[in-house]
């Protein structure tokens, strides 16, 4: 009995030891790969990274990790020249192929999502001067962008400075966010000399998506602009 007792203890011993040196390697990786996503250039910032799964000794000896978070808050997107904030970014990575230096991966299959206020979205449109051909006759000068708010289930509203320019929709193709079905109208449709006209369509598109991922949809929530990531066979380092 108390050979049993002692075989007992020295093999909880021995398993609690190899559980501590899983989180210690665990631990290791997480801060490496977190790292190697900033020197990349997949991120912006340094992103937090959780690897998933036990134990993970097994998967960094398989060289594949099987599901991996990530997330970062202020990250930067934009059309190239212009450049936002990113809130709230978290993506969820699965079958994550990883080099012995950590300096590659390739991921499987990704998805993600992030917030975009309408204070800085209203930064990535144009300008009135080019998406109304009658704003110079608008109290609001030609530099004036549209200001945006939630306007309900996939729309968003939008003024000309303090004048109302009624609902758009929201819908995206590839990487390219659109908004159209603005009008003028009411009072700004009167100043303008004009009446329901339609504000042209208004599109930008984003580049340097975070993790390689693409961009999968938009979705207007009261906060701001919600968008959804995917992205399969994406090379996350190197």
């Known amino acids: 009995m108390r050979g049993w007792l002692k075989a007992t203890i020295v093999v909880g011993v021995l398993c609690g030891l190899l559980a501590g040196a899983d989180r210690i390697a665990v631990g290791v990786a997480e801060d490496e790969a977190a790292d190697q996503l900033l020197k990349s250039g997949r991120m912006s910032k ?106 309900g289930p996939g729309k968003i509203k939008a003024s000309l400075g303090p004048l109302p320019v009624g609902e758009g929709v929201l819908h995206s193709q590839g990487n390219t966010v659109t908004a159209d079905g603005f009008k003028l109208s009411g009072m700004a449709g009167m100043l303008a000399g004009l009446s329901n006209q339609q504000i042209e369509p208004i599109s930008f598109t984003l580049s340097a998506l975070p993790a390689g ?21 994406v090379k996350l380092i190197g």
């Open 46 to 151: 340094r992103p937090d990274v959780s690897i998933e799964g036990f134990p993970f000794l097994t998967q960094a000896l398989s060289m594949k990790l099987d599901d991996v978070r990530i997330s970062a808050d202020g990250l930067t997107v934009g059309d190239g020249s212009r450049q936002v904030a990113l809130h709230s970014f978290k993506a969820e990575l699965s079958g994550v192929e990883v080099s012995g230096s950590m300096t590659s991966a390739t991921v499987d299959h990704g998805s993600g999502t992030g917030l975009i206020t309408y204070a800085d979205l209203s930064q990535l449109l144009p300008p009135a001067s080019q998406l109304v051909p009658s704003a110079g006759k608008l109290p609001i000068g030609g530099s004036t962008r549209l200001s945006l708010s939630y306007g």
């Open 213 to 233: 991922l693409n961009l999968a949809g938009v979705s207007p929530q009261e906060d701001g602009l919600r968008l959804s990531f995917d992205g399969k066979g």
